[in-house]
């Protein structure tokens, strides 16, 4: 059954100021697991440790390009340590987005080694893989049609989809298989275009429908993310859960 997850990015401001406290909160709160942006200079024994104590799953880790291309060994070794076995590929600066065709590259000669150690990357996107092309498709298609599945798998962000002016259920069903990671996210749109995340239910992304696709095609994490939190983080994390408990509630199919 597909569960309820927690972007880490949320609470970042929290996780500053204490690491141990905010995951034993984000526990309390009801997320079955967790997906990092970030270890705050914590050992992988003190993750593991704390993983433990909470009873937190690891879900998958948000990790620099610059890490996953230079550093790709060490990022291995720590996730493994605390059973992690998603590495994500988080973003990619503006600056480098005219080399597709090389960060492409990259990108199956790092699913390759991590295939070979056991580990499994994720592309996540934002908005701009939809908005720009390449070779005549949107880049996200041209990622996935470029790198075979076995060494990069989809972590859909559902918010930037639909920013992007296309449909997060279309393309939930299009990846369905290779789609182990799904983010759940909601946004109002400001006056200028811009978007602003705000709590589940509080925006104009249909996360309902969303999470209709999410159970019914089996992905196993949904996790709510809210890129910049208006009041407190820990507020907006709480308000998120408590949507997906009344949507449950509602006959929602996932697991809370």
Known sequence: MTQVGLQLYTVRDHLEKDFEGTLRKVAELGYKGVEFAGYYGRTPGEVSALLKETGLAVIGAHTPYSRLRDALNEE???????????????????????????????????????????????YHNHEFELTET????????????????ELLQVELDTCWVSYAGFDPLAYIAKYNGRLPLLHLKDMVKKEDGSAETVELGRGIVDVKAIADAAAKDGI?????????????????????????????????????
């Open 220 to 256: 196993d994490w949904v996790v709510v993310e809210q890129d910049y939190c208006a009041g407190d983080s820990l507020d907006s994390i709480a308000a998120s859960m408590e949507w997906i408990k009344g949507y449950v509630r509602e006959g929602g199919k996932i697991n809370v």
């Open 134 to 149: 390449l070779d005549g498709q949107p880049v996200l298609d041209a990622i996935y049609d470029r790198v075979a599945p």
């Open 76 to 122: 291995i070794a720590f996730n493994k340590a605390i059973g992690n076995r998603y590495l994500i590929f988080p973003y990619l600066a503006e600056d480098e987005r005219d080399r597709w065709p090389e960060v492409i590259e990259d990108l199956q000669a790092i699913g390759q080694r991590c295939a070979e150690a056991g580990i499994v990357l994720c």
